[in-house]
């Protein structure tokens, strides 16, 4: 399975998600610059985390207009897997592929440490390998990330189970229903400010966000099974 | 030449974090008749005379980029200006 790691100016935690996928997961990747027009020789997406053209105006606010988010856009219609970390959830919204807003932290502060959270749907394809209700530990690192969204939007989220983390115990940034990470409606855009991809091996202090990687190849490899 | 400025602010529903901030601090300050501060931004755009549909073009920089309608308003005056 091929993943593309999508660099833009600013970003932070390429490096991350490639090792991520490289070394920990055992798939290929590939960092792919914010210009690229052509996605297709992808099977999933991965947008990372940083301070994409240095958050100017607002986060992933100009980052939603590089030349390779028509390109996000048209690998999430095809229904292929897209993963947005931090900044790469702020962009997602931006774009308009999933609802609601950033807001700063309602304490003002960044925040950079590891956070408990709850797999509020373990059903979905970046999912699958946790069990239902299963509290993970990943590091959160994030000036905004205090998720927003109106009345109806909510109850949508919740109506479709489009809500898959919530910070557990706490709540680091005001985050409404205490969101850590969303899915479209579809199930095959998944944004959310926790950095897996940080998560990924004891060594780091914890391997809890491997499975989120693997739940995604996990799905790939049934879905091309009942293909072939 | 038009001097364009644009003001984006929060939506009133939107809790403002920082404006929060700045209150309690005028208050502490001893201004005790601030009962509310609101942060917002101020972007300033020239644009150039041959620019047909000036409301439009301008309703679609900002509503596509200067502005979050999910969570900021915006509004807009426009002057006519000499270029220096």
Known sequence: ?228 | MYKVKVYVTLKESVLDPQGTAVKKSLRMMGYDDVNDVRIGKYMELTIGETADQLDAMIEEICSKLLANPVIEDYRYEIEECVPQ
């Open chain 1, 1 to 228: 399975m091929k993943f593309a790691v999508i660099v833009f100016p600013g970003s932070n935690c390429d490096v991350d998600m490639y090792h991520a996928v490289i070394d920990e997961l055992g798939e290929e990747a590939e960092y792919v610059w914010h210009d690229e027009t052509n996605l297709d020789r992808f099977d999933a997406i991965l947008l990372p985390g940083g301070f994409s053209f240095g958050d100017y105006l607002r986060t992933g606010a100009i980052a939603r207009f590089s030349p390779v988010m028509n390109e996000v856009v048209k690998a999430a219609e095809l229904g292929k897997p897209v993963l947005g970390v931090c900044n790469g959830f702020q962009i997602l919204l931006e774009a308009g592929l999933l609802p609601g807003a950033m807001r700063r932290n309602d304490s003002l502060k960044f925040i950079c440490r590891p956070v408990l959270l709850e797999v509020k749907n373990s059903n979905t394809m970046f999912t699958n390998q946790y069990a239902p209700g299963e509290i993970i530990e990943i590091p959160i690192a994030h000036g905004e990330g205090n998720y927003y969204c109106d009345e109806t939007t909510l109850a949508k989220l919740k109506a479709n189970n489009q809500i898959v983390f919530t910070y557990h115990n706490e709540n680091p940034n005001g985050s409404i229903e205490n969101i850590a990470g969303i899915m479209n409606k579809q199930g095959n855009v998944l944004g959310m400010m926790p950095h897996p991809e940080r998560a990924v091996a004891n060594l780091l202090g914890s391997h809890d966000g491997l499975k989120l990687f693997q739940s995604i190849v996990n799905q790939w490899r049934e879905s091309h099974a009942i293909k072939a």
